[in-house]
């Protein structure tokens, strides 16, 4: 079953605007990660935060993290057509680093 | 390349078939792990691997999935009687450690 629930489902945008995405999920975690998919590829990994990190920076993405809330926030600025994709977060919660759970993504489409 | 490779990329068969994907991970890795993916959702993991052993297993494994990692090295994952309902895109990945998960590009299974 998927811990993770993304909202928006689906974003579309122009180019040069800012994506905000979000990711709730249910239980503790040991981090957080976002990957992203283009349609019918594997998945690319894009930031990890650990869950005693409140926010983390990877050029044009910020990733946010509220443990008390169990909640995380991915924010892509001046997006690009190239950014058109899935975008998913997944939380490691297993003692042993065995899994990822992922959400079911968000697909963001920037119009140029 | 010396990402993750999958093979084949595009798996067509008739129900009751049986069929086996291979995955080759980045080289220095020990963790190998497998996901599946059906249409519109996230990745759910299947199994997981440290060098040559089976540590993890998810649920929804059943009986007809057999997972191996001979030597540590590349695995395969068979299907065995294949259902309608396997068909989906089988994904692997691979770390050094417990954090980023490197994913190869996926084998797509269609059952008719």
């Known amino acids: 079953s998927q811990q993770g629930e993304e909202d928006p489902q689906a974003l579309s945008i122009q180019e040069g605007e800012n994506a905000t995405m979000n990711c709730s999920y249910k239980t503790s975690i040991n981090n957080l990660q976002w990957y992203r998919q283009n349609s019918g590829r594997g998945l690319v990994h894009l930031i990890l935060i650990r869950s005693n990190e409140r926010e983390k920076h990877s050029g044009r993405l910020r990733v946010t993290l509220d443990t008390s809330k169990k909640s995380s926030s991915l924010l892509i600025t001046a997006s690009r057509a190239a950014d058109t994709a899935s975008y998913f977060c997944?939380?490691?919660?297993?003692?042993?680093?065995?899994?990822?759970?992922f959400g079911e993504g968000t697909q963001l489409t920037v119009n140029p | 390349d010396t990402g993750v490779s999958q093979d084949p990329r595009h798996k067509i068969t008739k129900r009751g078939q049986n069929v086996t994907f291979r995955c080759d991970p980045i080289?220095?890795?020990?963790?190998l792990y497998w996901y599946r993916q059906t249409l519109g959702q996230g990745p759910e993991f299947l199994t997981y691997f440290q060098n040559e052993a089976q540590l993890e297993k998810s649920r929804l494994l059943s009986d007809r999935f057999s997972a191996e990692r001979p030597k540590g090295s590349f695995s395969t994952l068979e299907i065995q009687r294949t259902e309608q309902g396997d068909s989906a895109m089988y994904l692997c990945?691979?770390?050094?450690?417990?954090?980023?998960?490197?994913f190869g590009p996926g084998t797509r299974l269609t059952v008719t």
């Open positions: 997944a939380t490691d919660a297993s003692t042993s680093g065995s899994r990822l759970t």
């Open positions: 990945a691979s770390s050094l450690v417990r954090y980023e998960q490197y």
């Open positions: 080289s220095e890795h020990n963790r």
